[in-house]
């Protein structure tokens, strides 16, 4: 018989179909033993489905395996998956059009515009999640026009003692203030040069560990440092870079420490300030060493009452930097200080100003420098851009510089035009 066939696999609906006839009336169940034309069942086929059903309730009933009650045996023991379904992900793409005059332009970061043209700044995927109690877990990683690197990749404590924190993987260093952001963070299209110059493209980041610990005071204190490889494609500028050396001591790695303090001024008007340091081993030598030395200020106000959307925030960092070279000891240092209004809802401009030096030897006098010889003096440059959110999950910017370069006969010039447009859930940016 066709229904007989599937009695097994098709139990779902012999189920359904026994409690919708079991839901009409006594006299449509006691109906003449021929076919009913509105259900197409004989009644032989109701007693196969009435038989299959019994089968089930006398397999739920008490005394039945797997019962807990009086008469039945102990229930199977259901074994528990720990799962974090609850992932945040998102996807992050900035594109630019880009003009210059300067037929070679001094861009250094990474995902800055760098020649006339389309350029594709990064499409960034971003996960997020808490794995257990212990741990979560962070990782962006960034599709280029021609590859995918692992930007970061780590897992961070959420459950020790003495209000230390751990974190363990690939990760940018809290070196001052922007370092360890992502463009989609930053109110200007490209990097100041100073962080592209002392760290490289990609920031200073590599493998690594690092611990933090905030300090039991009235106002916010965090201190850390941590440990990282100071060779591989995308360890710092200054340091081993690509040189691929071997670890045989602890001064073969890099090690970086930061103070971070926060203090609320008033409900309106806050204050972070900072100091960070890193050293480690460079490729000049054997036992060559870098030093870097950094502060940084970040003070903001915005109304906490009311629909005023006004937001003034300064931003300025600097950063001077110590190097062994061959028979010479080279210092440089740069900066650059920014100026964030927003006077509207969805309107923004920002100001920035940024200088470098050029390397100096220990007499103070220009030396030459194996990093960068042709910066034989100063550099400066001053941006500007309007920037505008269609919504929260989109941004367009317009911006301008000027790059006056010292060892450059006129002044480079450089205007970009910027789309940036996240889907998916993204974190809250740090303060």
């Given at each position: 018989m066709?229904?007989?066939?599937?009695?097994v696999?098709?139990m779902?609906v012999l189920v359904?179909?026994?409690?919708?006839?079991s839901?009409l009336p006594a006299?449509?169940?006691?109906?003449?033993p021929?076919?009913?034309p509105?259900?197409?069942?004989?009644?032989?086929?109701?007693?196969?489905?009435?038989?299959a059903?019994?089968?089930?309730?006398?397999?739920s009933?008490?005394g039945?395996?797997g019962?807990?009650?009086?008469?039945?045996?102990?229930?199977?023991?259901v074994?528990?998956?720990?799962s974090?379904?609850?992932?945040?992900?998102?996807?992050?793409?900035?594109?630019a059009?880009a003009a210059?005059?300067a037929e070679e332009p001094?861009?250094?970061?990474?995902?800055?515009?760098?020649?006339n043209g389309?350029?594709?700044?990064?499409?960034?995927l971003?996960?997020?999640?808490?794995v257990?109690?212990?741990?979560?877990f962070?990782s962006?990683?960034?599709f280029?026009?021609?590859?995918?690197?692992?930007?970061e990749a780590y897992a961070?404590?959420?459950?020790l003692?003495a209000?230390?924190?751990?974190?363990?993987?690939q990760?940018?260093?809290r070196?001052?203030?922007?370092?360890?952001t992502?463009?989609h963070s930053w109110?200007f299209?490209d990097?100041?040069f100073v962080?592209?110059?002392?760290f490289?493209?990609?920031g200073?980041?590599?493998l690594?560990?690092?611990?933090s610990?905030?300090?039991?005071l009235?106002w916010?204190?965090?201190?850390?440092?941590?440990?990282?490889?100071?060779n591989?494609e995308?360890?710092a500028?200054?340091?081993?870079?690509a040189?691929q050396s071997?670890?045989v001591s602890p001064?073969?790695f890099?090690?970086t420490s930061?103070?971070?303090?926060?203090?609320?001024l008033?409900d309106?008007?806050?204050?972070?300030?900072g100091?960070?340091a890193v050293?480690?081993?460079?490729?000049s030598g054997?036992?060559?060493?870098s030093?870097?030395?950094?502060?940084?200020?970040?003070?903001k106000?915005?109304?906490?009452?009311g629909?005023?959307?006004?937001?003034l925030?300064l931003?300025?960092?600097v950063?001077?930097r110590?190097?062994?070279?061959p028979?010479?000891l080279?210092?440089?240092?740069g900066g650059?200080?920014q100026?964030?209004?927003r006077?509207?809802?969805?309107?923004?401009?920002?100001?920035r100003y940024e200088?470098?030096t050029a390397?100096?030897?220990?007499?103070?006098r220009l030396?030459?420098d194996p990093l960068?010889?042709?910066w034989?003096?100063?550099?400066q440059?001053l941006?500007?851009?309007?920037?505008f959110?269609?919504?929260?999950?989109?941004?367009v910017?317009?911006q301008?510089?000027t790059?006056?370069?010292?060892?450059?006969d006129?002044?480079d010039?450089?205007?970009?035009l910027?789309?940036?447009?996240?889907?998916?859930?993204?974190?809250a940016?740090a303060?």
């Open positions: 066709f229904l007989s066939s599937r009695r696999s098709g779902t359904a179909c026994t409690l919708f006839f839901a006299a449509a169940q006691t109906s003449p021929e076919k009913d509105g259900s197409g069942l004989s009644p032989e086929e109701l007693q196969e489905i009435e038989a059903v019994g089968k089930d309730q006398t397999a009933s008490p039945a395996p019962d807990s009650s009086p008469g039945g045996t102990a229930p199977l023991p074994p528990r998956v720990l974090n379904p609850w992932i945040d992900m998102s996807f992050i793409l900035d594109v059009l210059f005059t001094l861009q250094g970061g990474g995902h800055d515009p760098s020649r389309f350029a594709l700044q990064q499409l960034e971003s996960l997020s999640s808490v257990d109690p212990y741990f979560r962070n962006n990683i960034v280029s026009q021609f590859g995918v690197e692992i930007e961070t404590t959420l459950d003692p209000n230390l924190q751990l974190r363990a993987g990760f940018l260093t070196f001052g203030r922007l370092n360890n992502h463009p109110d299209v990097q100041p962080l592209s110059r002392v490289g493209g990609e200073n980041r590599g690594g560990l690092e611990l610990w905030l300090a039991p009235p916010y204190v965090e201190l850390l440092g941590s440990v990282t490889d100071a591989g995308s360890t500028r200054s340091f081993f870079g040189t071997r670890v001064f073969d890099q090690f930061a103070l971070k303090q926060f203090f609320p008033s309106a008007l806050s204050l972070m300030w100091l960070s050293t480690g081993p460079n490729a054997h036992r060559n060493h030093d870097v030395f950094g502060t940084d200020l970040y003070l106000y915005r109304e906490v009452q629909n005023d959307p006004t937001v925030a931003q300025a960092e950063l001077y110590r190097r062994q070279a028979e010479a080279l210092s440089d240092w650059y200080a100026f964030h209004w006077f509207a809802q969805r309107w923004a401009t920002n100001a200088f470098g390397a100096h030897g220990q007499d103070g030396a030459p960068d010889p042709e034989t003096a100063t550099r440059r941006s500007a851009n309007l920037t959110w269609p919504t929260e999950f989109s941004r910017r317009l301008a510089a790059d006056r370069v010292g060892w450059r006129e002044p010039y450089s205007a970009f910027a789309f940036e447009v996240v889907m998916g859930a993204h974190g940016h303060f």
